[in-house]
């Protein structure tokens, strides 16, 4: 098939603006600043914040790619010495202060992690302005929900035990089902 690149990535980035599928831009000026690197800025609306905010699907991705490069499993890497990757180190005391707890499940206008999130705690801003990323508003409005509700980390989904689904009823073409595999088609 012979494609017409101009022609096929116009008609690539219509069905994507049709969509309203996040796309990301990058700010000409922060490209021509050689100090600073690119900032991505995404030209779509947030989302809603979901009733339930969950780690594994909503806090998990925000802190890989944010928070465990400097507060994770590595000491190496953690000259704070606070960690975040698990529930018992997260609501423990910081290092730095006996008095601040990293976070405080349901409530966290107490939690100083929380705090440094949205830049109103007694330390730097997290993640620190030099970081790669940034985080968004709706990352911050799903931390705030997440801590509202308890901070519930879970396991890491690899991790979890395999459980077997239970196999659905069938009333129509019950004669085709020979095999519980058959039962999902």
């Given at each position: ?24 831009t ?13 900032t991505l ?34 000491a ?25 707890v ?26 620190p ?12 409005a ?19 035990p ?24």
């Open positions: 098939m012979n494609f017409n690149r101009p022609r096929f990535a116009l008609a690539t980035l219509s069905i994507l603006a049709t969509l309203s599928i996040p796309v990301l990058c700010s000409v000026a922060s490209i021509a600043d050689a100090d600073e690197p690119p800025v995404s030209t779509s609306k947030s989302p809603v914040i979901p009733e339930q905010v969950t780690f594994n699907a909503h806090i998990r991705p925000i802190m890989s790619n944010t928070c465990f490069a400097c507060h994770g499993p590595d190496e890497e953690n000259p704070s010495g606070y960690r975040i990757d698990s529930f018992a180190a997260a609501t423990s005391v910081l290092p730095s202060d006996d008095e601040a990293g976070i405080k499940p349901g409530d966290p206008m107490h939690s100083e992690a929380f705090l440094r999130i949205i830049d109103e705690g007694n330390g730097e801003q997290m993640p302005a030099e970081f790669r990323h940034r985080l968004t508003d709706y990352d911050k799903l931390f705030r929900r997440w801590i509202e509700q308890g901070a519930k980390y879970e396991q890491h989904w690899s991790y979890a395999i459980v077997r689904p239970a196999v659905p009823a069938v009333n129509t073409f019950a004669d085709k089902v020979h095999n519980p595999i058959d039962a999902l088609f």
